[in-house]
Structure formats: C-alpha cells, structure tokens
C-alpha cells in the first residue's frame, strides 16, 4: 500500500488513507509520503449502524472518485466496500492480497454482497485470481491480476561483517535467512526440521509473531540453538539480505510473498515452496528453487545443494535480479493500478 501511495501520479491522483487507529505504523508512513490520513472507527456488528453512516460521509467529504481497498481474506473490508457502495463513490477496487479458503456456506449471502459493492478485484497472483473466481463467486470480467511489485534499489546494500560474524561463529559457516511473520503459514518448524540436516550453516529468522516461542522450543529439544538465531521485527531487511548466502522462504499459504522479491531485488538465491503466489515469481531451477511444502528432507536437500556450489548461487541469484526487475517492479504495479482506476472510471466498464 505505502508502495501505491509513493508512487501514484499527484497530478493525476491525490490519495488519502483511511484507517481504525489500531496501528500507527502505517499512517504516520503514509503522512511521511505526505499523503492525508483519516482515522474512523472499523465498521463492525456492535457499531455498524452507527459507524456505516460516518464512514460513508467521510469519503463524500473527500469527494472521492475511487475507493481502493485492501483486503487479507475475501470478505475483509466489506462493510467498508457497502459504505462506499452506498455513498455513491463513482467506482470501488480491492486488492486481494490472501486467499485463505473455507469460508463455509453460511458466507454465501456475505460473498454475494461483497462482489456487488465491488467494480474490480486486483488479486496479487494468478492463484488467488483463480480462487476469487471459482470459490468466491466473482465474475471473471471482474478480475484483474496486478502481482505485487517492490522498489528496486540502485545499488546493493553492503554486509554487515560484524553482524555476519555474530552468525557464523568460529566454523565461519554460511547463513541461510528466513523473513517472516512467525505464524503457522510460513512453515518455519519444517525450516528447522530441515536446519538438523544442515549441520554446517547458521539459520537466522528475521519477523516476529505467535510461533516464536514454540520455534525456540523445537530449536532447543533439537540441538540446534547455538546456530538459530530470533532477531525479532526488523527494519534493516537490506542489510540482512547483504549479509545472508541463501534465502528460505517455506511457507505453506502465500498471497504474492514481497520477501521473495526483496531477497531476488539484492541477488540472493532464493529456496521457496511451490505453491501458488509463490510459483507466479519463482521459476525453478533458473530464478530460484522450488520445494515441495512441508517436506524437511527436500528442503534440507535443495539448502545443502545451494550452499555447496557457489557457482550456482551466483547465478540464480542474477537470474533473480533480472526477473523482479523486469515483472516486479513498483512502478510496473503503479501503472496497472492507475489503469485500473482509469477503467473503472470509464462509463459502462464492465460491458
């Protein structure tokens, strides 16, 4: 999102955030990019009555012409999509970042409804397009697949010798890096199942999350706790990828993962899953390798291969530079994004 506000075209486009208050990470970076900030109340059960109004006559304060929402299951947002449907904004889009599935029967009405407040899906990756086709109910002329998109830098970023070191102890053993929320998705326990096979390299899980506790659990009961190493949320994720020889990313569950891109945006090899989101960046054997998920001893495997033959890491690590170059760019995605507007604005659209 703070991709998308840095990069809309002012003279076309004037953002303003809307958001609950919850968290003020993502506003005070938005109001750094000088983009205005709104705070309301989320629209839930208890206050819908109350609070669908007030949202609904805020964005008629702002006169806006697009309501651009960004949702992390299918039916997120959707009281949100009804105000703007119901303030008469000219046209609503929402990004669909994560497909989680099994929303059940009784979300039938809940879907129907979401679909009708929305002029065009955005879904991050083919996958997650698919889904809001076939599960979800969305037409298909209602869908546009805009993958997520990230800056890349001019010049790699440095390692950090002392940081490396901390890592490597005195064996000098290469890293393997993991950037991630520390939840059951990103399948960290198959990491560290895979790290008992890897007995040579340091495993370092840059993210926080609900999973830390048990993952240091598993990580002492293993053996391997000298050479796994927590550092919590992390801002200096360029300096992190400078000074790892691999990236591992073995989720379960991805929309269109950014920390892949990072990871190929500084030329690091890249060790991921092969699941959709993830397939749609990754292509094995030439831009990175793919694995299936939950599975340690081909995950250990592919890890032990990549670190064995440095000739090979340096080139899936070009090789990846050059393809989020090319397709996953920020500016590649703030194009199709306008576009979309641009579509949505257009009389009769969707005919």
């Known amino acids: ?13 004037q953002p303003v955030l809307f958001h609950n208050g ?6 005070d970076a938005a109001e750094q990019l000088k983009v205005p900030t709104m705070t309301l109340p989320p629209i839930d059960r208890t206050s819908f009555w109350r609070a669908l109004p007030e949202f609904s006559k805020a964005l008629r304060k702002v006169d806006a012409a697009v309501f651009h929402a960004h949702l992390n299951w299918p039916l ?21 970042h994560l497909y ?18 929305v002029d065009r899906y955005m879904a991050v990756s083919e ?9 979800f109910g969305a037409p298909s002329a209602k869908v546009t697949v805009i993958p997520n998109g990230i800056v890349i830098p001019a010049q790699a970023s440095p390692p950090d010798a002392a940081l490396r070191a901390s890592w490597q102890g005195a064996s000098n053993r290469p890293v393997v890096l993991a950037l991630a929320t520390l939840d059951a998705r990103k399948g960290l326990d198959c990491l560290l199942t895979a790290a008992c096979k890897v007995p040579n ?60 891109l990072e990871a190929m945006a500084a030329s ?25 998920p939950s599975d340690p001893d081909a995950l250990a495997l592919a890890i032990t291969q ?7 890491r340096a080139q899936l690590g070009a090789n990846g530079y050059q393809r989020v170059t090319r397709h996953f760019s920020a500016d590649s995605m703030v194009l199709k994004v306008s576009d979309v507007y641009r579509q949505v604005l257009t009389p009769n659209h969707g005919n």
């Open 268 to 292: 690091k090899p890249v060790i991921a899953s092969r699941i959709p989101g993830t397939e749609d960046i990754v292509e094995h054997g030439i831009s990175g390798v793919l694995v299936p």
């Open 1 to 13: 999102m703070l991709t998308l506000l840095s990069g809309l075209n002012r003279a076309e486009w």
């Open 76 to 96: 997120a947002c959707r009281h949100e999509l009804l105000a703007a449907r119901l303030a008469r904004i000219p046209a609503n889009v929402a990004t669909s």
């Open 201 to 260: 390299a340091a495993f370092v899980l840059a993210g926080d999350g609900p999973m830390r506790e048990s993952l240091a659990q598993q990580a002492i009961a293993t053996g391997i706790a000298d050479r796994v190493f927590f550092l919590g949320h992390r801002t200096d994720i360029p300096s992190l990828l400078a000074s790892c020889d691999l990236f591992v990313l073995p989720s379960l569950q991805e929309g269109l993962p950014l920390s892949v």
């Open 100 to 117: 989680a599935g099994g929303l059940g029967n009784d979300t039938h009405l809940k879907r129907k409804l979401q679909v009708w407040t």
């Open 306 to 312: 990549a670190l064995t033959d440095g000739g090979r």
């Open 127 to 135: 996958g997650i397009g698919s889904q809001l086709v076939s599960d």
């Open 22 to 27: 919850r968290d003020r990470r993502l506003p």
